[in-house]
């Protein structure tokens, strides 16, 4: 199982981007899928999360200017992000709950993609 994110970069404040985030893989379904970021110097932190079949779960202190959306037919996450502000700046880590085959039977298990380095510009 692969989470394969996309769409960090540079941007100036009040800007906005993007986040993609694909799983690929082994695996029976997707149970949840989501974003947390970590800054320098501190500790990972939710963004938002995105359940089956699409109950959206965001940090309070984000709602609003973060979007998280799901296409289950490519197996996609995404995270629009408008008005960034400087304090956005963060490696952004895609997440994902996934049912996989354990054994015999079935089991949910988590993965994290390889992060993608958002900087905001003042």
């Known amino acids: 199982v692969q989470l394969q994110a996309s769409g960090g970069g540079l941007v100036q404040a009040g800007g906005s981007l993007r986040l993609s985030c694909a799983a690929s893989?082994?695996?029976?379904?997707?149970?949840?899928m989501g974003w947390f970021r970590q800054a320098p110097g501190k500790q990972r932190e939710l963004v938002a999360t995105?359940?089956?079949?699409?109950?959206?779960n965001y940090s309070d202190s984000l709602k609003g200017r973060f979007t998280i959306s799901r296409d289950n037919a490519k197996n996609m996450v995404y995270l629009q992000m408008n008005d960034l502000k400087p304090e956005d700046t963060s490696v952004y880590y895609c997440?994902?709950?996934?049912?996989?085959?354990?054994?015999?039977?079935?089991?949910?298990?988590?993965?994290w993609g390889q992060g993608t380095l958002v900087t905001v510009s003042s």
């Open positions: 997440y994902a709950v996934l049912s996989v085959r354990s054994g015999l039977a079935r089991s949910s298990r988590e993965y």
């Open positions: 893989g082994n695996f029976f379904s997707i149970n949840v």
């Open positions: 995105i359940t089956t079949p699409s109950t959206p």
